[in-house]
């Protein structure tokens, strides 16, 4: 869908796996500060919660992994009930290079969600995406 010089994309990735923590990353250019990059409880919690953690790109793993920290997902993320641990390192990697793209692509990419992300025992699964990008 174009909307005048904004092209908006958007896909299914992957198939949802159920009974699994689920995430949210966003990029947003902010005008004055420049790419913004969000994290937090995902999927239809997403809606429900006010879990969001906002930082600046780039950055590295380790402050990654501390703005995961920050989420209130993070007990979950840690193990919980049925839940085993999720690969923190995966999902901070994610982060780091959300935030890699955002800076390669200054100027043309507006906005990214990814939505939910599955942050599995072993790895991350990006379900549905969507970026809005300059023509």
Do not use: K
Not at 36 to 64: H, K, N, W, Y
Not at 83 to 109: F, K
């Amino acid at each position: 869908m174009s909307n005048g010089s904004l092209t908006t994309i958007s896909t299914n990735v992957s198939r949802y796996v159920g009974n699994t923590l689920e995430m949210i990353i966003g990029l947003q250019t902010d005008p004055q500060f420049g790419p913004v990059i969000a994290l937090g409880s995902g999927g239809t919690l997403v809606e429900l919660l006010d879990d969001v953690v906002l930082r600046l790109a780039p950055f590295t793993s380790r402050q990654a992994t501390a703005m995961i920290q920050e989420t209130r997902s993070w007990p979950l993320l840690q193990g919980f009930r049925q839940h085993p641990p999720a690969d923190i390192t995966a999902l901070a990697t994610l982060l780091v290079n959300i935030a890699r793209l955002a800076i390669d692509q200054a100027g043309q990419v507006v906005s990214l969600d990814l939505n939910p992300v599955i942050v599995l025992p072993q790895g991350a699964q990006v379900v549905d995406w969507r970026v809005i990008r300059r023509d």
